[in-house]
Structure formats: C-alpha cells, structure tokens
C-alpha cells in the first residue's frame, strides 16, 4: 500500500506558474504508474496527465498539453506537476494517484488503486 501527499497549490493569477508535487510513501514507488486528475465545481474528475514507472512514457490531455510536465524522481518518491501559462479553466482539485497494475500509464479513473487528498488551484484573471 502507499500514501500520496500533495502539495504545491495555491492562487495564481492567470498566465503564472505554480508547481505541484506528490510524495509517495513505501520503497516501491518505482512500481507504480502515476497519474495527475483534477476536479472543478460541478464536473467530473478528470486525467490531466499520467507517467509510466520509469517515467520514459508520458500523456497529457489535450487541453493541457504544451503548458503541464509531468516529471518523476524515483529516489525521492515523488512526482510532480508543472503548470505554466496557467488559465481560469485550470481552477480544479488536483489529486494524484498511483496505479500498480499497468506497465505503462492510464487515463481511466478506474484503475488508480490509491489517491492522494488533492491540493487546490486558483487561478485568478
């Protein structure tokens, strides 16, 4: 089993940058596929963006893509979201989420075994 905490969120106004982290506990991150969702007000939790075990795999969902890196560090047990030339629509919950069954990454919600407690993003106009 592991626990992911994250932090990094805040309020930003729109076209700055804030960078989100995961810290996982346990010695077995590195088998875990990690994943970025997001949840605004009134819509449902969505993948922003997903990294395979090794990290050499990435996805990102279109509407993020060209301004979010996902990025790992498997000796610190951590992965991380950078968010630059952040907007309005990006305002979310931001959960990450670890999944041991797939060798690569997923998109789906339903295969994320354990979830973090989410940080939340403002971005402001």
């Known amino acids: 089993q592991v626990q992911l905490v994250e932090s990094g969120g805040g309020l930003v106004q729109a076209g700055g940058s804030l960078r989100l982290s995961c810290a996982a506990s346990?010695?077995?991150?590195?088998?875990?596929?990690m994943g970025w969702f997001r949840q605004a007000p009134g819509k449902e939790r969505e993948v922003v963006a997903a990294i395979s075990r090794s990290g050499g795999s990435t996805y990102y969902t279109e509407s993020v893509k060209g301004r979010f890196t996902i990025s790992r560090d498997n000796a610190k047990n951590t992965v991380y979201l950078q968010m630059n030339s952040l907007k309005r629509e990006d305002t979310a919950v931001y959960y990450c989420?670890?999944?041991?069954?797939?060798?690569?990454?997923?998109?789906?919600?339903?295969?994320?075994?354990?979830w973090g407690q989410g940080t939340q993003v403002t971005v402001s106009s």
């Open positions: 346990g010695r077995t991150f590195g088998t875990y596929a």
């Open positions: 989420a670890a999944d041991r069954r797939n060798s690569g990454y997923s998109t789906q919600l339903g295969s994320y075994e354990y």
